[in-house]
C-alpha cells in the first residue's frame, strides 16, 4: 500500500509509490497553422515511474493539406513537461528513424517548458534548424521516436 523502498528507507516519501503503463496517439501539428494530417499508423506506449516518462510513438503520413511554413510538432503526449523556465529546452526528443520529409528529415526535437509538445529539428552542416511544413512534410513521411521527460503529474 505505501510502495517499494530501497536500501533500508522506511520513509513515504522515499517510496516508489507509482507506476503507470499505458498508451498515446503521437501527432503532427505546426505552431500557428492550420495543417491537417491524415495517418495511416499512429502508435505510442509509455511507462511512468515516479515523475520520469519514457515514450515510445511511430507515425505513417497518409496525406498532408493546408499548413503554413510554421515550425512542425509534435504532440498527443500523455503529461506535461515539468521543466522550469531556467531548462527552457533541456528535454530532448530521439528521432530513431525519420524518412520521406522531402530534403530534411527530422532529427531531433527540443521542448519548452510546461508544454504537451515538442518542436522537430533536422541539421544542415553544422547549424541546427526546426522543420518547416510548407516545404518538408509530404504524404510518404515515416518518424519513429523515443522521448524521457519528467513532469509534475
Known sequence: AGGITFNGATAAADALDDYEEGTWIPVFSEEGGSLSVTYNKQLGNYVKVGGLVMLTGSILVTSVS???????????????????????FTTAVLVGKSSGFGTANPTSGYW?????????????STTDYSLSLGSHVTSSDEFYTTICYYTTA
Not at 519548452?112 to 544542415?124: D, F, M, P, V, W
Open 66 to 88: 493546408g499548413g503554413s511554413s510554421g515550425p512542425l510538432k509534435l504532440g498527443g503526449f500523455p503529461f506535461t513537461n515539468s521543466a522550469s523556465a531556467d531548462t527552457d
Open 112 to 124: 519548452r517548458c510546461g508544454q504537451t509538445e515538442a518542436y522537430l529539428a533536422y541539421r544542415s
